[in-house]
Nanobody, 126 residues
Framework: QVQLVESGGGLVQAGGSLRLSCADS????????MGWFRQAPGKEREFVAA????????RYADSVKGRFTITRDNAKNMVYLQMNSLKPEDTAVYYC???????????????????WGQGTQVTVSS
């Protein structure tokens, strides 16, 4: 059973930082690649960052490269998204996602190939 719970969202000024956390209460966390996606009002959900099951590979959307960092702690069943130099266009609901298949890397799949959390709101003011 995969249950993802995000936390750490909030309101921050442009240029500020936030760290999002995602906890998985299941027993298979360490076998699953993880990702962060976001959805702004009126827009489709988009990829932000991904990390392989081992943590050895990461992938980022061009819009966040150099500003965001995804990490994981398999001992704690946690994945994190450190967000620096935030911009108003980063405002969105951020979702944690776990690949349904075990032992995958950071390749992107359709939404049906992931388990999803409930999301956490990030608002960046200008």
């Amino acid at each position: 059973q995969v249950q993802l719970v995000e936390s750490g969202g909030g309101l921050v000024q442009a240029g500020g930082s936030l760290r999002l956390s995602c906890a998985d209460s299941g027993r298979t966390f360490s076998m699953r690649a993880m990702g962060w996606f976001r959805q702004a009002p009126g827009k489709e959900r988009e990829f932000v960052a991904a990390i392989s099951w081992s943590g050895g590979s990461t992938r980022y959307a061009d819009s966040v490269k150099g500003r965001f960092t995804i990490t994981r702690d398999n001992a704690k069943n946690m994945v994190y998204l450190q967000m620096n130099s935030l911009k108003p266009e980063d405002t969105a609901v951020y979702y944690c996602a776990a690949r349904r298949m075990y032992y995958t890397s950071t390749d992107l799949k359709s939404h049906e190939d992931y388990y999803w959390g409930q999301g956490t709101q990030v608002t960046v003011s200008s």
